[in-house]
């Protein structure tokens, strides 16, 4: 496929915007007319596409910026034709509110040779509308912080970032262990923005003791990037676990559910005041029913036994 570039050459020693300004009118990028003054953009110009104009760089062009600053300012719309623009590290691009880069034909990108930054655009899809600022290489997400905080009989998440790029949603990670992490939920972010985005989740079920927490991101084109791990620990105030009917009737069923999210590998047993275990089960399901058939009337322990330890609460059969 034929390639062609155009060189935005400013000295390697120039760290500062020193070209011409190329305001655009409605038109094709690589037509003099389409330029203010007249001539497709070269040397350090640095680029304005004002409101009500639609820009269009053709097929198979590529932009580079390169050493030195230059700045792509876009108040209207750039429309990218199967083509693209690549970012330097001093390089600024900015979509003003009301401003937009979109894709047509196969599709477009966004890059930088810096960080290795790399954004597709699809036509019809997410474009990348502003208030937006693409600088030194941005990453998708910039994570300001990541914390919780126990409350009553929950613990709450909050979350905090500068800048969103190409991106989808946030995953919701929990462990009981610190190793082992399972999807809690899904938080949708903003496809593109350069503003701070705030965030908060609530855990309604934490395992008493320590919880580790884990924030991914996932990307627009399903890359996603894992934060660090954020342990909380947390001490509920009401009972851990509800046991009913209680007091029960001998040969009824029972029902046991915790106010927190079973482990892998939690067992329950009831056992008698001798110390015998009468009833032995396993685990798989947010709440247990058992029948007491085996039990005859008095009192019993019901043991939870879980990664972080075991729990205890009296049963009375009548």
């Given amino acids: ?13 120039t760290l500062s915007a020193s070209g011409a300004t190329k305001t655009a009118t409605t038109g094709d990028w690589n037509t003099a007319g389409t330029w203010s003054p007249s001539g497709v953009p070269v040397g350090s110009d640095n680029i304005i596409v004002p409101s009500g104009v639609t820009l269009t760089l053709s097929t198979d062009w590529v932009v580079f910026f390169n050493p030195g600053v230059n700045t792509l300012t876009i108040d209207g719309t ?28 196969v599709g477009a990108f966004i890059s930088s040779g810096v960080t290795g930054f790399f954004s597709t655009l699809t036509p019809g899809l ?11 290489g941005a990453l998708p997400i910039t994570l300001l912080f990541f914390r919780g905080q126990p409350m009553e009989n929950r613990v709450i998440l909050s979350w905090a970032s500068e800048t969103e790029l190409n991106f ?9 262990d610190g190793h082992k992490f399972e999807m809690l939920d899904r938080v ?10 705030y965030y908060e989740y609530t855990d309604n079920s934490p395992a008493p003791g320590k919880n580790y927490y884990r924030l991914v991101s996932v990307d627009l084109d399903g890359s996603s990037e894992e934060f ?43 056992i008698d005041l001798q110390g015998t275990s009468i009833i032995n089960s396993s ?8 029948s007491t058939s085996q039990l005859s009337a008095g009192l019993y322990i019901i043991r939870l036994t879980t990664s972080q330890g075991y729990l205890t609460e009296k049963l009375i059969v009548q």
């Fill in 1 to 13: 496929m034929r390639l062609l570039y155009i060189f935005f050459c400013l000295s390697l020693l």
């Fill in 78 to 105: 750039l429309v990218l034709n199967n083509a693209g623009i690549s970012l330097n590290s001093y390089d600024i691009l900015t979509v003003n509110t009301g401003g937009q880069i979109i894709a047509s034909g």
């Fill in 126 to 136: 997410f474009p990348m509308i502003g208030p937006l600022v693409i600088n030194n």
């Fill in 168 to 176: 989808d949603y946030y995953r919701i990670e929990h462990s009981s």
């Fill in 188 to 197: 949708k972010g903003s496809a593109h923005s350069d503003q701070k985005k």
């Fill in 228 to 270: 660090n791990v954020i342990s909380i620990d947390y001490q509920p105030e009401k009972a851990l676990v509800n046991v009913y009917p209680n007091p029960a009737t001998s040969g009824e069923n029972i029902f046991i559910q915790p106010n927190f999210k079973w482990a892998s590998g939690s067992k329950i047993e009831i």
């Fill in 283 to 290: 685990i798989n399901n947010a709440s247990l029913e058992l």
